[in-house]
């Protein structure tokens, strides 16, 4: 009898750390390079925080990522639109609820909208996307319907709630301060000044609680974070009994990992050792070198899938041209100036070196992969003895023979000499800057590197507090607003305009691609921005990125997609 209870306990042993085995096997462990800015549900722009948004939180539309079309999300359909092309009417699904279990109502989106609208919410970045909406009107008789009447037409009426998350007023406003005022009323300083209410709920949600802490952190998306380790980690956890699980054939509700870890790793050695050890299940962070050396491996290849995928992202060199004239020179306020810089870039070595020649030429603020790329634009070819004659029409010399060009610019003998601005952790960016120090030091131009965390990288270029900066651009198969990176606004406003570019001119185009529904109006008019941009050269545009996707081949459901981020985590499913 003893015997008998010995065994039924060994068995019950074994049955309960295989099932450990099983659930600790159902962990997706994914390799980060950066840790987002934040995960605050209005305040914050880095590329992570989207991706993480996919599965902690939902929109009112997504995008089908097989098709590229609008996809209705908290939204039952796509939305009736007005013969004038102002008024969206939506209602929301049935049987949508938070974590607490109260229902998504109509409430909730004019919330989000209110919240973003704001003026002490602290998303400078991101207002411009939300001017265009003039107020949320909700059904007096069903809670779930609601109509967004828009101040004029605009190319993203719909595709611009693929972009923001829905977010619950019951868990960030539970006074329903917002509620009481209109969203014209919240964008209207001189009202809000009487208002301490309104700035007293601002100060509340722009706490640092809603940036980092996963106790302060609600959405309606299928998994949860439940633990951020600063410099090591940040935790996903499938909810249980959550309402996703009877909309399985939609990607956004889906959760087959329990768990999803990503994991921070910014050295690459160290992450390629992880990934060969089988510590990490998925990357799209590993260099283009370490990932050609992979494909080759046999051994590894026996155990993961490689594949390469086209991003419509492209990467850039940010020059400041209009710097304050003490702290930063001015530089590169001269439209020479800066033709000179795209002359003495090496993109075929940057190409060859860095990215294993995988990546193509951009030219302009669009990916070549995007339907109204004007190819008309031609690359800037690298060309020294171009950019001295450029530098020589513009002034600059080297006037005491000390190898750095000199210039007399408002009564003051300026040097060539300047910082440039990368995150720190990526040896590409950090490898893009030396090669371009290096080849600017041919014209006699002295450049320093200057690494920075995100976060202060993000804050030197709304600031204005830089010279030259790289930085990569995240976009997609939507049509193309220009206003959030190239309108004056976005500069004065501290927005993502970083450059100082813009003119009255400009600004008048990009207002008219934004109310231009007919399509090939549309195409015609980007085309001319983007000539225009060419020509005043604000940026040394580098590449389109290509993707570079590992998956551990114990995962099935893999697929890659252009846009963003590639791979939905979320789909991805272990193999029985």
Known sequence: MKFLCYSCLILLICCFQIGCKKAQNNTLVVHLLSEPDDMHPTNGASAVRAEINLYTNLSLLRVNYKTGELLPCLAKALPAVSSDGLSYTYEIKDGLSWDDKSPI????????????????????????????????????????????????????????????????????????????????????????????????????????????????????????????????????????????????????????????????????????LELKNGIMDVSGMIDYASFTELSHDENFTKNYTLKLADTYNYTYVAMNMKPDGQKHQKLFNDVLVRKAMALLTPYEQINKTLYENHNKRVVCPISPNKIDFNTDLKPVEYNVKKAIKLLTQAGWADTDNDQILDKLIDGKKVKFEFAINFISGSKVWEDLAKQLAESMSKANIYAMLNPLDYNGFFSSV???????????????????????????????????????????????????????VDEQKRIALSKRFQKLVYDEQPYIFLFTQTRRIIVNKRWDNLEVYTEYPGVLLNTLKLKD
């Not at 970083?498 to 008219?512: E, K, N, V, W, Y």
């Open 105 to 272: 109502t109509a409430a909730d989106i004019a919330f989000t909208t209110k919240a973003s609208k704001c003026l002490y919410t602290n998303n400078p970045g991101l207002k411009p996307y939300w001017e265009n909406i003039k107020e949320i009107k909700i059904d007096g008789t069903n809670k779930q319907k609601f109509t967004i009447v828009m101040k004029r037409p605009y190319i993203l009426n719909t595709w611009f709630w693929t972009d923001f998350p829905i977010i619950q007023e019951g868990f960030y406003d539970k006074q329903k301060t917002l509620a009481k005022y209109t969203e014209e009323q919240l964008t209207d300083s001189t009202f809000l000044k009487t208002k301490a209410d309104v700035k007293q709920w601002a100060d509340e949600f722009n706490s640092p609680k809603y940036y980092t802490d996963p106790n302060f952190l609600s959405g309606a998306g299928p998994y949860k974070i439940t633990k951020w380790d600063k410099g090591v980690s940040i935790t996903l956890e499938k909810k249980k009994d959550h309402w996703s699980e009877n909309c399985q054939e939609n990607w956004y509700c889906q959760a087959n990992a329990d768990k999803i870890i990503l994991k921070l790793n910014t050295n690459n050695a160290s992450a390629v």
């Open 462 to 516: 709304t600031g204005h507090e830089f010279d030259m900066s790289i930085g990569a651009w995240q976009s997609s198969a939507t049509p193309e607003d220009f206003s959030q990176l190239w309108s004056s606004a976005a500069w004065t406003g501290n927005g993502l305009n970083f450059t100082g570019f813009g003119t009255p001119q400009s600004d008048a185009l990009i207002d008219s691609i934004n109310v231009s």
